[in-house]
T-cell receptor
Framework: DAGVIQSPRHEVTEMGQEVTLRCKPI?????LFWYRQTMMRGLELLIY????????DSGMPEDRFSAKMPNASFSTLKIQPSEPRDSAVYFC??????????FGQGTRLTVV | GEDVEQSLFLSVREGDSSVINCTYT??????LYWYKQEPGAGLQLLTY?????DMKQDQRLTVLLNKKDKHLSLRIADTQTGDSAIYFC????????????FGAGTRLAVHP
């Protein structure tokens, strides 16, 4: 397996625009996590899914953020409208139950 | 609440031992991990320990777990410049359905 694949690797967008980040987990993994990394707040868990169902979205900062997992091999994190304070590196990770989480390379988002 | 705390910076001389500390709030956590992040990359699992263990050794790495104090540490013996990275402590919280929470990360700088 190629590992967790995220796209795009870099995204620069203007404030107010919609941004969609994509993730393909490792095949067979039941869990998918979305994290955000910033210098100020470290690595924050935004939302995670089990078998495509959102389990805990308490880390999603605002209604501007939404995440979906329409099938076992694809998830999206959408920000609409985007703001400069959303600039961060967004990571997707997947795992089997109570096992090591494998991370993608991340998407570096810059909102100007 | 669910919290994992780490000091943010550690500077050591090449060849010395490094000790990175972590505290967490959930006394029932069963799975505890150390991840490493190199510049521009995602996180990779370094080592892990189960809550029924007090210590685990893996080559230059030693993990110590004090369940009573909810304290986890990672010792790197004979630290090398290639060990310079950010080290994250991560805990699966027992109430949470495989909910994986990370500390803010400790940036290790190794100088000659």
């Amino acid at each position: 397996d190629a590992g967790v694949i995220q796209s795009p690797r870099h995204e620069v967008t203007e404030m107010g625009q919609e941004v969609t980040l994509r993730c393909k987990p490792i095949s067979g993994h039941d869990y998918l996590f979305w994290y955000r990394q910033t210098m100020m707040r470290g690595l924050e868990l935004l939302i995670y899914f089990n078998n495509n169902v959102p389990i805990d979205d308490s880390g999603m900062p605002e209604d501007r953020f939404s995440a979906k997992m329409p099938n076992a091999s694809f998830s999206t994190l959408k920000i609409q409208p985007s703001e400069p304070r959303d600039s961060a590196v967004y990571f997707c990770a997947s795992s089997l139950p109570y096992s090591e989480a494998f991370f993608g390379q991340g998407t570096r988002l810059t909102v100007v | 609440g669910e919290d994992v705390e780490q000091s943010l910076f550690l500077s050591v001389r090449e060849g010395d031992s490094s000790v990175i500390n972590c505290t967490y709030t959930d006394s029932s956590s069963t799975y505890l991990y150390w991840y490493k992040q190199e510049p521009g990359a995602g996180l990779q699992l370094l080592t892990y320990i189960f809550s029924n263990m007090d210590m685990k050794q893996d080559q230059r790495l030693t993990v110590l777990l004090n369940k009573k104090d909810k304290h986890l540490s990672l010792r790197i013996a004979d630290t090398q410049t290639g060990d310079s990275a950010i080290y994250f402590c991560a805990v699966i919280f027992s109430g949470g359905y495989n909910k994986l929470i990370f500390g803010a990360g400790t940036r290790l700088a190794v100088h000659p």
